[in-house]
């Protein structure tokens, strides 16, 4: 009788926790099965190419080699590290290798944010903020640096967040998770921008006889963060290279993930703001000032920008989860100090089936990038013409580094400069019609690869010295010509 009064508590108390597993488990699974969605950003070509030099190299680029308009100029790669795990990746299982890798990365960032609410909010509503995560993510999960770097910024946030709870200072154990992320991804500035209004929370409700302590081992901290965010191949000029991309204006609106929210539909962004604004009406939720200030940042970042959706969806939970778990409710059970042996065996289990259902899963599916942004045969032709100064369209440009075709322009905006994407932007859509030619001329253009369907490509069918010599589907050649003469569009079939 004994033994059998005793033995579900045991096993309740054994099994306790293992919402965030299970949270991990189904972003992988899910993922996995969708992995090509991962690979529809042109970017990942060119991010796998700079990888794969660094590794052939030893070194870190420090001037741009892939392009002929900024050739020779200076451009430092602040995410050198994650490139270079993508390159490792490709090079070992091809786009399977890249997928798996940013696949398992989310799922740990969403099982590390699942653990972070388990310990303080109900199980549904951690369900509910997962969930919401997810929904916010999406239009930005795919195979770039930042998906690497999300699990160390929510280790960092949690780190933050846990001292403000205890009114304490951060440990110093976060400081080369730091330094991690400076290597990984440009986001590592947000990371140093929570210390100010975090620590401020924290000594604001310390007892005041802790307070001027606590300000100066905060303080102390925020140093040695900056100091760790130095820690690169590029040392201070990682911190520069964030104000450079944030300095190019009117530029960052022709890219789609730096446009900011649109509320003329209702996406998972906005839908998502509106029901907080209602529930915190309708629930009467209070918070602290300075988590006030920090879900708002959050808030106008997201709108701002809509890349940083991920923040929103990853941070404001963690920000809101103390606070929210006192005034609805949180777990009632102590959390686990160690790992029982079960829990181990089921860990166990569990791996060797995500490994074995993962080569399982890459036997039977074909991962790869979208063929709009991949003019495979286009440049195929391209290479047999042994051109130098091609007018590219900008999604494109990965691919060209890829293949080993010098660029016109690239995913690499910072480089370019706000003047060059304008003016690139307004030519190749014909939003300024004088501007494609201008450009044409001043840079010596000798043939452009556009997309078929484009307005300057359509424009180039009917103008004499243009010669079209390749088009399909997807991208169109056409190649300077002084004695190329139209009257109507050349009919030219792919070979």
Not at 249 to 273: Q, S
Not at 394 to 403: E, K, M, S, V, W
Request: hydrophobic share 55%.
């Amino acid at each position: 009788m004994t033994m059998s009064a005793t033995h579900p508590v045991v096993t309740r108390k054994t099994m306790h926790g293992l919402l965030p597993l299970w949270a991990g488990i189904a972003v992988y699974t899910l993922w996995l099965a969708a992995g090509n969605a991962l690979l529809r950003d042109p970017d990942a070509y060119w991010q796998i190419a700079v990888g794969q030099w660094i590794l052939d190299h030893h070194a870190v680029p420090t001037t741009d080699i892939y392009s002929f308009t900024m050739y020779g100029q200076p451009w430092i790669s602040t995410q050198w590290l994650s490139q270079v795990l993508y390159a490792v990746a490709y090079a070992g299982a091809g786009w399977t290798g890249v997928v798996v890798l940013a696949v398992a990365a989310l799922a740990v960032t969403m099982a590390l944010l699942a653990r972070f609410l388990d310990k303080r909010l109900p199980a549904t509503v951690t369900i509910i903020f997962v969930a919401t995560a997810l929904a916010l993510m999406a239009g930005h999960v795919v195979a770039r640096p930042h998906l690497l770097a999300m699990p160390v910024m929510v280790v960092w946030v949690a780190g933050l967040v846990n001292a403000m709870d205890r009114r304490s200072v951060p440990p110093f154990w976060l400081l080369p998770l730091m330094a991690l992320w400076a290597n990984l991804h440009g986001g590592f500035i947000l990371g140093l921008a929570l210390i100010g209004p975090i620590g401020i929370d924290a000594i604001w409700h310390a007892p005041k006889t802790m307070q001027r302590a606590l300000l100066l081992r905060w303080a102390l901290f925020g140093i040695a963060a900056l100091a760790a965010s130095c820690v690169t191949p590029y040392g201070w000029d990682s911190l520069l290279a964030s104000r450079r991309i944030l300095n190019l204006g009117e530029a960052l609106a022709l890219i789609g993930e730096w446009r900011p929210a649109n509320f003329n539909h209702a996406g998972p962004l906005e839908l998502t703001v509106l029901a907080a604004f209602a529930l915190a009406l309708w629930r009467g939720i209070t918070l602290p000032p300075m988590r006030i200030v920090l879900v708002i940042g959050f808030v106008f970042m997201a709108l701002s920008h809509v890349r940083n959706a991920e923040v929103l969806a990853l941070l404001a939970p963690m920000v809101l989860a103390t606070p929210l778990g006192q005034q609805i409710g949180g777990p009632q059970m102590p959390e686990a100090n160690h790992v029982s042996p079960q829990r181990g065996l089921l860990f166990a289990g569990i791996t060797i089936c995500l490994i074995a259902g993962t080569f399982v899963l890459a036997s039977v599916q074909r991962y790869m990038p979208l063929e709009a942004a991949a003019p495979a045969k286009a440049v195929t032709e391209l290479q047999k013409l042994k051109l130098s100064r091609v007018f590219n369209d900008y999604d494109f440009g990965g691919y060209l580094i890829a293949r080993g075709v010098p660029t016109f322009i690239d995913g690499r905006t910072e480089l370019f400069g706000t003047k060059l994407m304008v003016d690139h932007n307004n030519a190749s859509g014909l939003i300024e019609p004088d501007n494609l030619f201008r450009l044409l001329k001043d840079y010596d253009i000798e043939a452009t690869l556009l997309r078929t369907q484009s307005a300057a490509t359509k424009l180039l069918d009917r103008v004499d010295g243009w010669e079209k010599v390749y088009s399909d589907d997807i991208a169109t050649i056409h190649l300077r010509k002084p004695g190329a003469v139209h009257s109507v569009a050349p009919a030219v079939k792919a070979n």
